[in-house]
């Protein structure tokens, strides 16, 4: 069973995949601080109500059943995770102080959730077009990627590159993969969307 861990608004980590892993550009995530304000941490009765709602709505009663949506304070310049096959979303307590942004931002959880879900064993991009998609079908279409709201910034110095020998897409780390990565969009176009090892990606700089 795969483990989508982490896909969140804001720095979004790209889905670990087994045994080999397929990016066109993977952001490293910064760990959420701890200490700060526990403000009203846990699961959220009335949004999980809300998300099996539109889950039901769009005929989806297995996520509707396991979804789960929990309050995290740890979570700083991270508006939300969304973590699949588990069905969970955290939200940062802060999306309180702006109108509007928690049902949004739970939206754009759930749109991640419903698109992985949607594409089976396919592999797809965090923010591809069946997330988009999912968007639509919530009802925030043309939602970005990134939130554009004033949250602190963990700031993390990512010193190591990565390129495809084929299209020269960079990818920038913090950390060395830890198993054969390739380019999602070199390996979608002209491998089906297998991993291939024409285009691993190869450290440039920083080793």
Known sequence: MRDFSQLCFDFTASPVWSPFQSVRELEPVAPPESGGEAAQEGRDAELEAQAREWL??????????????TWNARLRSTAGYARYPKWEVELNPRLR???????????????????????????????????????ADLGIAGEKAQHRL??????????????????????????????????????????????????????????
């Open 56 to 69: 039901l709505a769009l005929e989806l009663p297995g996520g509707a059943k396991l979804v789960t949506v």
């Open 97 to 135: 102080e702006f109108e509007g942004q928690v049902e949004r931002t739970l939206k754009h959880e759930l749109a991640h959730l419903i698109a992985y879900h949607r594409c089976g064993r396919r592999r797809i991009e965090p923010h591809g077009r069946e997330w988009r998609q999912a968007c």
């Open 150 to 207: 004033p949250l602190p910034r963990n700031a993390i110095e990512r010193k190591l590159a990565y390129a495809c020998p084929a299209c020269r897409t960079v990818v920038h780390r913090v950390r060395k993969f830890s198993r054969p990565t390739a380019c999602l969009q070199c390996c979608n176009r002209h491998a089906g969307g297998r991993y291939d090892g024409r285009f691993r990606l190869v450290l440039a700089t920083g080793a």
